[in-house]
């Protein structure tokens, strides 16, 4: 059975930092990508990072390109967003999503993580 399971969320000030961790199991995760997506209260949820397992080949959103770092550790099949310098408006339940390189297809998502930056 397949599972991610997204850890690292917490309250912290505006330019603070925060790793955010989703571990991933159930299965050989070579040909997917990860992606990290936030949804914020009353906004639709949209797409943070993106990294490929195999060749560890990312792209960012432009809102947090130059302040998060998406990376993963394939021994321990999980990836990290390490988010720094953050601001109120990072505000919202992190997700973590398994997506097939083929159809660029999501098929498993995490329960979430929250996180909350105050100013």
């Known amino acids: 059975q397949v599972q991610l399971v997204e850890s690292g969320g917490g309250l912290v000030q505006a330019g603070g930092s925060l790793r955010l961790s989703c571990a991933a199991s159930?299965?050989?995760?070579?040909?997917?990508?990860m992606d990290w997506f936030r949804q914020a209260p009353g906004k639709e949820r949209e797409f943070v990072a993106t990294?490929?397992?195999?060749?560890?080949?990312?792209n960012y959103a432009d809102s947090v390109k130059g302040r998060f770092t998406i990376s993963r550790d394939n021994a321990k099949n999980t990836v990290y967003l390490q988010m720094n310098s953050l601001k109120p408006e990072d505000t919202a339940i992190y997700y973590c999503?398994?997506?097939?390189?083929?159809?660029?297809?999501?098929?498993?998502w995490g329960q979430g993580t929250q996180v909350t930056v105050s100013s």
């Open positions: 159930g299965r050989s995760f070579r040909s997917y990508a």
């Open positions: 999503a398994s997506k097939t390189l083929i159809s660029s297809a999501y098929d498993y």
């Open positions: 990294i490929t397992w195999s060749l560890g080949l990312t």
